[in-house]
């Protein structure tokens, strides 16, 4: 199993804190030493960076908890490889452009007997989870030639798609083209959504306490995702299997819970 | 202008030494203050590093100097903006997916009245050579439909494509797909091969001596391809208007001269 997190903020903010939690898993307080990735958008465009190093051990992943990237949105992934070798070609986050816009996807389970189906994204590593990547962009763009006319237009396809992964294994999945991140929850998922500043923040992992104030600056919505809460003092809402939630912005615009 | 730097090489090999020259002219030494990355290919994936700051104050920059990444593809482009704003989706080097692979490019020049050809593949930024990458990968997949048996047959078609680039302005190439180095020489782009250990090498832009058995290993074949020569001591081969290189493992394996 490997871990996610995902933000959606109002404005550009800095995950630094978020994601200096989440490396200490890849080594630290969890098994996750099979590389790592983090994928932030800035106008329209990416900034990415991953290794096959462990996080807790990657000077790369060093420079990007130091470093405060403002970001509106960002998806990042440490691996415990099951299906694939370690290797860059398999780390996630996977990326691809389609209508113009850089497409981004982590995955969290496994699908033990998932075929790629041939088409025109093709996967350049051997995980699952790139092939289950390059079926969805398959099928998106042969739905719709020119682009959907409104992004919710792909929530139900995006949504139908995570389903029939969930069937075939775990498939807890972050999507992003810039503008929405699409959250699938199958069966291990957490989601906050902080509204206001907030004092002081104790990092679950490191047992450090942060001044959100000079994080975030003035107020602002961010939400975050998460395979494990990263935190002790925020409220972090567990997502049901079958969940789906769709940020915009830092606020939840399309929501699917299951029956 | 911006300033281009491609390596090819027989084993995984670290551009540090190079790198360091070429981010002196990101704000130093050189009017590039307009962003630049770095892409390197490690067993059929990419590691990428980009920033809209100048390289030569750029934090990112600095770890990528400092820290020795073994490769033995890189291309890397350092910007003075023409076309296209200062921005994360206007810095090269561009990279698509194509059959499988990671295709990485990267342009010096300017093409005034350049156009995008509607097709798959479409341009995140505005840039004229982000649009020449789309126009040249729509060209390739149009014509091997299931990829091609052999690179070789894809070196013609390649360089009919900088040819009528280069009828429309000035088109100074890098591109790879993780296998071959293919240069396109326009009017300014030096290239020199080492075949063996040399002792030390000084470092134009900063006046530094490296000793290269520390940063190559054993005998190694490298070429290395740049806007302007980046060392003192080396030999370096200015190409000529018209010419193109591929290299494969650092020797070059096609090599057309113009008429």
């Keep these: 199993m490997c871990e996610l997190l995902g933000m959606s903020a109002s404005v550009p903010t800095d995950i630094c804190f978020s994601f200096t939690g989440l490396t200490e898993r890849g080594g630290v307080t969890g098994p996750h030493t099979d590389g790592w990735g983090i994928v932030f958008y800035e106008d329209g465009g990416t900034r990415e960076f991953r290794d096959w190093l462990p996080s807790s051990r990657s000077r790369i992943a060093e420079l990007v908890k130091q470093y405060p990237i403002h970001s509106r949105i960002v998806i990042s992934h440490i691996r415990q490889a099951n299906v694939g070798a370690v290797s860059l070609v398999n780390t996630h986050p996977f990326t691809r452009e389609l209508w113009g ?24 590593g051997t995980t699952d989870s790139e092939a289950a990547f390059c079926n969805l962009l398959n099928r998106i763009r042969a739905s719709f030639v020119q682009g959907p006319t409104a992004c919710r237009e792909l929530w139900p396809m995006i949504l139908a798609f995570c389903q029939e992964c969930q069937s075939e294994g775990v498939f807890n999945m972050l999507l992003s083209q810039g503008d929405f991140l699409f959250c699938f929850c199958s069966n291990n998922l957490y989601r906050y959504t902080r509204r206001t500043r907030q004092q002081k923040e104790l990092l679950k992992d490191v047992q450090m306490e942060v001044d959100l104030n000079g994080i975030t600056g003035h107020c602002t919505t ?36 299951p029956d």
């Design 222 to 257: 961010v939400s975050v995702v998460a395979t494990q809460p990263l935190t002790e003092s925020e409220l972090w809402q567990k997502m049901q299997p079958g969940e789906a939630v769709v940020f915009k912005d830092g606020d939840i615009v399309w929501h699917h819970l």
């Design 101 to 124: 816009k850089p497409w981004t996807f982590a995955h969290n389970g496994q699908m033990k007997e998932y075929q790629y189906l041939p088409g025109g994204f093709q996967p350049i």
